[in-house]
């Protein structure tokens, strides 16, 4: 990682320049171009404190991606040797759901970035982005960081190392979120669950043929549900629901 004065703005948020090259601009307009081996960052004036938070999004999973791991943007815990990742769009509940499991003896694998290859879920952090509403008493927090301009007034939060996974897990199961009034957990079949899969996938550029093969591959050996929570209900409420049918698959 880099510094570099002349990295160009990007027509969009993300541009791909082309196969080997992206440009992203984050929300402090913090420039970065992603190539194969370096990203290189342009500080707008003196944001050089939110540059760190926005690498560990977005630059990363496209390096990542094009280092033969398949990324996706959700969260993941693991119990007994079996990782569970939540796949779904922002404020789907991907963070909240970890951190409930977490309760239970789950141990959280990674935040953010999932990072699968061959059908194993890549240990990355302990840090969690989460809301105080959603930060339960029973969790051991070490260390807080701020996030500036987000949207939702979440916070990184370090979780103590007893609940965290240091380890590469099996992938065992992927829950594709959706917030509905009642609550419900569907198999998928493998056309529909590639279908949701590619929205919240890493692509090293438009035509990723690699990307998309491990995508097929991921659909093709590991289960996939639909899960529905009640988003009027409490939390607890919903993770009985889920840890219930967790037990019947694990």
Known sequence: ??????????GTAIEFLNKKEIL?????D???????SKIFISLNDD??????????????????QRHHFQVLHGSCVAIDGGAICFIGESASGKSSIALSLITKGFKL???DLCLVKDNEVYSFSSWIKTDQKNLLAELDIKEKLAIKKDSRNREYYKLANRHASSKNVKLKAIYLLRNEKKR??????????????????YRSHDADVEGLRKLTKICGSVDCFFYSRN???QVSENTKYLFEHLETIL
């Open 30 to 36: 913090n420039r970065f171009l992603i190539t194969f």
């Open 184 to 201: 419900e957990i569907v198999k998928v079949n493998q056309f529909d669950a590639f279908k949701y899969l590619f929205t919240y996938a």
């Open 231 to 233: 988003t009027e209900d």
């Open 1 to 10: 990682v880099l510094l570099k004065e002349n990295v160009r703005n990007p």
């Open 109 to 111: 694998i990674t935040e």
């Open 24 to 28: 992203y601009r984050d929300i402090h």
């Open 47 to 64: 944001k050089l404190e939110e540059a760190p938070i926005s690498l560990l999004g977005i630059p990363l999973g496209f390096s990542l």
